[in-house]
């Protein structure tokens, strides 16, 4: 069974990345009552900031300076890298370092390449330290739909919108309230945040999980050992992440994904996504708005909206037909609150 800790846990490391003062200061920051801190920005000579529904504030150092100097970024680098950056230099090549507790921090520097590819990144300029939360029952309404409407699907959003926080809960009940095997490619292990091979971020008992893995190569993994009836990835972003997706559908598996779109007509504008489309791999496109509510769009085929109603919201029917396995289940369900304004982040 996972080990689920929770949010004063799932923090408690964090200021022991900074050195004093700045240690304190965080810590203060994160057991303020209050908004939520969903991230902290450290630039080279600026003011740090903390990130709170996508707003920077200042953060504040009481005795300390009012600006990051680079030897603070390389402090909480080489802190990040367990003093040894060496051993992360894969994962700084990608711009990020996985943190305990499924935290990420954000990475720029200078940079030597090799060809298209980063070699080695030195001289910090930028980090961005993203925090992991969990928003248990956030995925409700989606599984609902899910139940009426079994086929795979796709969720759309800018970054930071909460995407990766609605995926790790439809995995998780998928997984225990529907009791469905679940294959997760953790690839940044955000979603499952597993320590010693135990995530630390609730998931589900009946998800196996695959962390640092490439989403091409861990998708075609867990077909071949695992049997799934569903694969989740986070992220898809590149051709081998796409064509990875159009084999495993013949599988019979169903999926779970996010994409960077603002829509499903951004999604057909962007030509990596095209050979997705094409095969008709998933049933169901889900965009989260700004507002923190969900519209679902059976791809070419109608409109489902479930939006912030009242007690006895409006149901809007699906139109259409469908070539796939919700062809069947074309019906209603129900609309309602997904999320709080605030409540999660990405």
Not at 56 to 76: Q, S, T
Not at 253 to 271: G, K, Q, Y
């Amino acid at each position: 069974m996972s080990q689920v800790i929770n949010m004063d846990e799932q923090q408690v490391h964090i200021p022991e990345l900074f050195p004093e003062p700045w240690q304190s200061a965080v810590r203060a920051l994160l057991t303020q009552q209050g908004e939520r801190v969903e991230e902290l920005r450290f630039r080279a000579a600026r003011p740090p900031v903390w990130v709170s529904e996508r707003r920077e504030r200042p953060l504040r150092c009481r005795g300390g300076p009012d600006r990051a100097e680079p030897a603070l970024l390389e402090e909480i680098v080489q802190r990040a890298a367990g003093r040894s950056v060496y051993a992360v230099q894969e994962q700084l090549r990608a711009g990020y370092l996985s943190l305990r507790g499924g935290h990420r921090l954000g990475v720029c520097g200078s940079v030597t390449a090799e060809g298209r590819s980063i070699k080695t990144m030195r001289s910090f300029q930028s980090l961005n330290l993203r925090l992991a939360r969990e928003r248990l029952g956030c995925g409700e309404a989606v599984c609902a739909w899910l139940r009426r409407n079994p086929g795979s699907l796709l969720l759309l959003g800018p970054p930071g919108i909460g995407k990766t926080t609605l995926l790790r809960d439809c995995v998780r009940q998928l997984s225990d309230g529907e009791e469905q095997r679940v294959g997760l490619v953790d690839e940044r292990g955000e979603l499952a945040a597993c320590w010693n091979g135990v995530p630390q971020l609730n998931v589900g008992t009946k998800t196996d999980v695959l962390t640092g893995c490439p989403k091409a190569v861990g998708m075609e993994l867990l077909l071949r050992t695992m049997s799934p009836d569903w694969i989740a990835v986070d992220e898809i972003s590149g051709e081998a992440d796409a064509e990875a997706l159009v084999r495993a559908s013949y599988c019979g598996v169903r999926f779970l994904a996010t994409a960077h779109a603002d829509s499903p007509e951004d999604l057909r504008r962007r030509p990596v996504y095209r050979s997705l489309l094409a095969a008709a791999v998933f049933e169901t496109v889900a965009v989260l708005g700004e507002d923190r509510s969900i519209h679902c769009e059976r791809m070419n085929h109608g409109v489902f909206e479930m939006d912030c109603g009242g007690d006895d919201p409006a149901l809007l029917h699906m139109g259409g037909t469908s070539r796939g396995p919700a062809a069947a289940q074309n019906g209603r369900a129900a609309a309602g609150a997904l999320y709080g304004a605030g409540a999660y982040d990405g």
